[in-house]
């Protein structure tokens, strides 16, 4: 198994995706797929899309085994939702 390095700090790769999620890709997989992931290497500009993180990484992967990944969920800030957000608590 091959490990990859990280070449950029947290916040380069994040500026650097999110520049490229605004100057193209959204426009791009914004109509339709409202809530999958856009998995995008911040290098190449190449992306993928899926309802998973996983997928949408190994789809990328397998094109350019050197990506450095950074993800977007389509309309919606954050990857990844935590706590009990969106359930109801029953009496």
Do not use: C
Not at 50 to 55: A, M
């Amino acid at each position: 198994m091959t490990v990859r390095q990280r070449r950029y700090s947290k916040e380069e790769l994040a500026r650097r995706g999110q520049e490229l999620y605004e100057s193209g890709i959204r426009q791009q997989v914004e109509a339709g797929n409202e809530g999958k992931i856009v998995a995008i290497d911040i290098e190449t500009g190449d992306f993928e899309v899926s309802d998973d993180t996983l997928v949408a990484s190994d789809r990328l992967l397998e094109r350019n085994p050197d990506a450095q990944t950074w993800f977007i969920r389509i309309g919606h800030r954050g990857v990844h939702r935590f706590g009990w957000h969106g359930l109801t608590a029953k009496a």
